[in-house]
């Protein structure tokens, strides 16, 4: 017995309740296969230096190829900017020249609240109430 829950659809009490056929129902939820854009995979593979130029060209858009070419030229431009001695003279001179060496660790001071120790003191007390409850359990 299955329930239609479907408001649009109206049904009497008389007629029984049984799944229609996927023809008289359109279908809401169905797969559909994916389309693969050669034209973005191209691009991609020549991107990763797995595709020449040439045929990126000739397959994905020239426009994205185009852009991805300035990209290229502007990080090379950039990669090879090196930064003006008084800017770096004014960065190390604006560093301070006081700063504490950074502890270890171990050698840092820790602090607890005393509801911290309380509640770690109550489970070790805990903890060693059940090793001795199964130690003497046992005999």
Do not use: C
């Amino acid at each position: 017995m299955l329930d239609n829950l479907d408001p649009r659809e109206r049904r009497s009490e008389d007629t029984p309740k049984t799944r229609e056929t996927s023809a008289a129902r359109p279908l809401s939820d169905r797969e559909v296969p994916l389309t693969g854009d050669t034209r973005t995979a191209t691009l991609n593979a020549w991107l990763d230096g797995e595709v020449p130029e040439s045929e990126a060209r000739a397959t994905a858009n020239a426009r994205d190829v185009e852009f991805w070419l300035r990209v290229e030229k502007e990080v090379e431009v950039r990669r090879e900017m090196k930064t003006p001695v008084h800017v770096y003279r004014q960065i190390m001179e604006a560093l301070p020249t006081d700063v504490p060496a950074a502890l270890p660790w171990y050698k840092k001071q820790v602090t607890v609240s005393p509801m911290v120790a309380m509640a770690a003191t109550a489970g070790a007390v805990a903890v060693g109430m059940a090793i001795g409850a199964a130690l003497t359990k046992g005999r």
